[in-house]
């Protein structure tokens, strides 16, 4: 009987820790990107001057929402805190895909990558995160 659990079980460990690279890799990539937009907004702000008179935003408010975004890139990256910091990604990208259907740019490259880094935010979440998993099952 002991044989039959075991062969049972190492598929599925190994699945389980598919599943926690593949988060981990996901989450890597969101907090990546994140991190890059806060610091270009923080540092380098005339490099998306044309995109902020575009959607309509002030220059000035690089120096807030800056912050913002790392912010909430670091909720993300700690595992305390992930899920706060996934809400609060998925708002700030909800914001982004908003302004650029307000300004007519429905399914422009900016709003799909601000949707797959909100779809990849809550994949590598529920991939790295058993607590996750639990609230919502996928499969039974």
Known sequence: MSETLNRHQVPETM???RALWAGRIMSAFVVIALVADGTIQLFAPAQI???LQETGFAMDLTRVVGPIIL???ILYANPATAVLG???VTGFLGG???AHVR???LGSPPEIISL???AMTWGGLYARDPRI????PLIR
């Open 71 to 73: 912010a909430c890139a």
């Open 133 to 136: 998993r639990a609230v919502l």
């Open 15 to 17: 699945t389980l820790h």
């Open 103 to 105: 300004i007519g740019e």
């Open 49 to 51: 001057a044309s995109v």
């Open 86 to 88: 996934a809400i609060l």
């Open 116 to 118: 797959l880094l909100g």
């Open 96 to 98: 982004a895909i908003c």
